[in-house]
C-alpha cells in the first residue's frame, strides 16, 4: 500500500506536469493566428525618395530608400497622402501620436495600438506583446507604447535578457533540440501510469485512458502546428555578451537589432505573442551612427543633410533599416507554419515618427502582410491628408476586431478606405 500511494504521487505530479503543455503554447489550433508586428526606425524620411512613382495603384516604381522592398513588392502596400492630426509636432510629438492616434490635447487618452492589441490577445499566449528596442530608451525622448492613462511603456533593449524572460524555461538541454519535442513529457511517466492504472477500476482506468489520449493529441498538435520550428537553441550563436551596458554601445547596433529580430521570429514561432514592437533608435538619433549601412554620418543629421539635398548618407541608412526588414520577413517566409509558414499570418506596420522637414503630413507608413492577413499587396495607394487613426483601425480589423475608431475622431472614422 505505502508503495502504491508513493507510485502514485509520482503519477499525479507527472500527470499534472503533462497538463500543463496547453499552457506552455496555448495557440495549438488547427488555425494559425494572426501576428503583428510594429517596426519603427527614427527620423522620418525624404518624401521623393521613399513614397513610390505611381501611375496607378499596381503600375508604380520604387526610389533610393523603399528600393529594399521590391522583394517584396507583393506582400507590400505603399501609402502616400496619411496625415497625423491633433497637436505636438516634430519628433516628440509624432512618436506619441503615431501608435495612439492622439494629440498633445488628449495625452491621458493615449493607449498605443500594440499595447491595445497586446491586451485584446492576452489570453492567448504567455507574453500579451513584447516592446524591442535597440538603444530605444532615451530618457529625453518619448516612447512609442503607451499603456492606458497616456503612461509610457519603456522598451526592453537587452536582447539576452529578453530571450531569457520569453524562454528561460523552455530551453531545451539538449543540442540542436527544440522545445516541442522536449514537451513530449507522457513518456517519462508512462511507467508510473501503467502501474497504478492497474490498481483502478474500470471507470477510473477509462478516465485515464481518455486523458492521456487527449494529451497525446495536444502533443501531436503542437508539434503539427509548430512544424519542428520553435527552435530556440540556436539563439545567439555568435556568444554575444551584454554585460556592463555592451548592448547599448552604438558599435553593437547592427548586433543587437539582428538579436531582437531573431527573437521575434522564435516569440512567433513558438507562439509566445501575437504583438512585437521592434523600436530601433528614437527620435532624433544624434548618437546612432551604423558602418554596416555604408556611411559615418549619425542618422539625425543625415536626416537634416537631406533637407538640403544632400541625401546620400540618409539614404543608406533608410535603405539599410529596409534591407533588414527584408531580412526577417525571409526568416518569416523560411519558418513553417501549418501547410504555409509564418509569415503567411503576419502583419508588419513599417513607420516612423515624421515625415520630410518634422511634419506629419505624407507619412513614410508601409503595411506589409502574408496571403492569409486579408492585406492585398502589390499597391500603392494615395490618400488626401486623411486621418492616419483610419489606418490603425484598419490594422485593428485586420487582427480580427471589430472596432470602428481608434485615437482622435475629429477627422473622421472607420477604417481606411480602399485598404482591405
Same mark, same amino acid.
Given at each position: 500500500?505505502?508503495?502504491?500511494?508513493?507510485?502514485?504521487? &509520482?503519477?499525479?505530479?507527472?500527470?499534472?506536469?503533462?497538463?500543463?503543455?496547453?499552457?506552455?503554447?496555448?495557440?495549438?489550433?488547427?488555425?494559425?493566428?494572426?501576428?503583428?508586428?510594429?517596426?519603427?526606425? $527614427?527620423?522620418?524620411?525624404?518624401?521623393?525618395?521613399?513614397? $513610390? /512613382?505611381?501611375?496607378?495603384?499596381?503600375?508604380?516604381?520604387?526610389? +533610393?530608400?523603399?528600393?529594399?522592398?521590391?522583394?517584396?513588392?507583393?506582400?507590400?502596400?505603399?501609402?502616400?497622402?496619411?496625415?497625423?492630426?491633433?497637436?505636438?509636432?516634430?519628433?516628440?510629438?509624432?512618436?506619441?501620436?503615431?501608435?495612439?492616434?492622439?494629440?498633445?490635447?488628449?495625452?491621458?487618452?493615449?493607449?498605443?495600438? #500594440?499595447?491595445?492589441?497586446?491586451?485584446?490577445?492576452?489570453?492567448?499566449?504567455?507574453?500579451?506583446?513584447?516592446?524591442?528596442?535597440?538603444?530605444?530608451?532615451?530618457?529625453?525622448?518619448?516612447? @512609442?507604447?503607451?499603456?492606458?492613462?497616456?503612461?509610457?511603456? @519603456?522598451?526592453?533593449?537587452?536582447?539576452?535578457?529578453?530571450?531569457?524572460?520569453?524562454?528561460?524555461?523552455?530551453?531545451?538541454?539538449?543540442?540542436?533540440?527544440?522545445?516541442?519535442?522536449?514537451?513530449?513529457?507522457?513518456?517519462?511517466?508512462?511507467?508510473?501510469?501503467?502501474?497504478?492504472?492497474?490498481?483502478?477500476?474500470?471507470?477510473?482506468?477509462? *478516465?485515464?485512458?481518455?486523458?492521456?489520449?487527449?494529451?497525446?493529441?495536444?502533443?501531436?498538435?503542437?508539434?503539427?502546428?509548430?512544424?519542428?520550428?520553435? /527552435?530556440?537553441?540556436?539563439?545567439?550563436?555568435?556568444?554575444?555578451? $551584454?554585460?556592463?551596458? +555592451?548592448?547599448? #554601445?552604438?558599435?553593437?547596433?547592427?548586433?543587437?537589432?539582428?538579436?531582437?529580430?531573431?527573437?521575434?521570429? &522564435?516569440?512567433?514561432?513558438?507562439?509566445?505573442?501575437?504583438?512585437?514592437?521592434? *523600436?530601433?533608435?528614437?527620435?532624433?538619433?544624434?548618437?546612432?551612427?551604423?558602418?554596416?549601412?555604408?556611411?559615418?554620418?549619425?542618422?539625425?543629421? +543625415?536626416?537634416?543633410?537631406?533637407?538640403?539635398?544632400?541625401?546620400?548618407?540618409?539614404?543608406?541608412?533608410?535603405?539599410?533599416?529596409? &534591407?533588414?526588414?527584408?531580412? @526577417?520577413?525571409?526568416?518569416?517566409?523560411?519558418?513553417?507554419?501549418?501547410?504555409?509558414?509564418?509569415?503567411?499570418?503576419?502583419?508588419?506596420?513599417?513607420?516612423?515618427?515624421?515625415?520630410?522637414?518634422?511634419?506629419?503630413?505624407?507619412? $513614410?507608413?508601409?503595411?506589409?502582410?502574408?496571403?492569409?492577413?486579408?492585406?492585398?499587396?502589390?499597391?500603392?495607394?494615395?490618400?488626401?491628408?486623411?486621418?492616419?487613426? &483610419?489606418?490603425?483601425?484598419?490594422? +485593428?480589423?485586420?487582427?480580427?476586431?471589430?472596432?470602428?475608431?481608434?485615437?482622435?475622431?475629429?477627422?473622421?472614422?472607420?477604417?481606411?478606405?480602399?485598404?482591405?
Amino acid at each position: 500500500m505505502n508503495k502504491f500511494l508513493i507510485n502514485r504521487r &509520482k503519477f499525479l505530479k507527472g500527470l499534472g506536469a503533462v497538463s500543463l503543455l496547453p499552457f506552455i503554447r496555448p495557440a495549438i489550433a488547427a488555425e494559425s493566428p494572426k501576428r503583428i508586428i510594429f517596426f519603427y526606425t $527614427p527620423d522620418g524620411a525624404t518624401n521623393g525618395l521613399w513614397h $513610390p /512613382n505611381r501611375s496607378s495603384d499596381t503600375n508604380f516604381t520604387l526610389p +533610393a530608400m523603399t528600393a529594399p522592398f521590391e522583394a517584396i513588392r507583393d506582400n507590400c502596400v505603399f501609402l502616400s497622402g496619411l496625415k497625423m492630426y491633433g497637436g505636438g509636432g516634430t519628433h516628440e510629438g509624432g512618436a506619441a501620436k503615431v501608435l495612439t492616434g492622439f494629440g498633445s490635447e488628449n495625452a491621458q487618452r493615449r493607449v498605443s495600438l #500594440d499595447y491595445y492589441l497586446g491586451q485584446y490577445f492576452k489570453m492567448d499566449t504567455p507574453f500579451p506583446y513584447l516592446n524591442l528596442g535597440i538603444r530605444g530608451n532615451e530618457w529625453s525622448k518619448p516612447m @512609442l507604447t503607451y499603456s492606458p492613462g497616456g503612461i509610457e511603456v @519603456l522598451s526592453e533593449d537587452n536582447p539576452i535578457a529578453a530571450f531569457d524572460r520569453v524562454f528561460g524555461n523552455m530551453t531545451s538541454p539538449n543540442p540542436g533540440g527544440d522545445v516541442a519535442r522536449e514537451l513530449s513529457i507522457i513518456d517519462f511517466v508512462l511507467d508510473e501510469v501503467n502501474q497504478i492504472s492497474q490498481r483502478l477500476g474500470t471507470l477510473e482506468q477509462r *478516465k485515464v485512458d481518455m486523458h492521456l489520449s487527449s494529451l497525446r493529441d495536444i502533443e501531436r498538435r503542437l508539434r503539427d502546428s509548430a512544424g519542428g520550428t520553435c /527552435n530556440v537553441d540556436d539563439f545567439n550563436q555568435g556568444g554575444f555578451n $551584454p554585460d556592463h551596458g +555592451a548592448y547599448k #554601445d552604438v558599435a553593437n547596433f547592427a548586433t543587437v537589432l539582428q538579436l531582437q529580430m531573431d527573437l521575434a521570429a &522564435k516569440a512567433f514561432s513558438c507562439d509566445m505573442t501575437r504583438v512585437i514592437t521592434i *523600436k530601433i533608435g528614437h527620435p532624433v538619433s544624434g548618437e546612432i551612427i551604423i558602418p554596416e549601412s555604408g556611411t559615418q554620418r549619425d542618422n539625425h543629421n +543625415a536626416s537634416h543633410d537631406s533637407d538640403g539635398g544632400n541625401s546620400d548618407s540618409f539614404i543608406k541608412l533608410k535603405s539599410w533599416y529596409n &534591407k533588414q526588414l527584408v531580412s @526577417l520577413i525571409d526568416t518569416l517566409k523560411n519558418t513553417p507554419e501549418g501547410n504555409g509558414n509564418l509569415m503567411d499570418n503576419t502583419l508588419i506596420f513599417n513607420m516612423s515618427e515624421i515625415s520630410h522637414n518634422h511634419s506629419h503630413d505624407n507619412m $513614410p507608413f508601409v503595411l506589409i502582410g502574408g496571403s492569409n492577413t486579408g492585406l492585398v499587396g502589390g499597391r500603392a495607394l494615395s490618400y488626401s491628408n486623411e486621418s492616419h487613426s &483610419k489606418l490603425l483601425v484598419s490594422i +485593428a480589423q485586420l487582427m480580427g476586431l471589430s472596432i470602428d475608431s481608434f485615437g482622435d475622431t475629429s477627422n473622421g472614422n472607420g477604417p481606411l478606405g480602399g485598404l482591405i
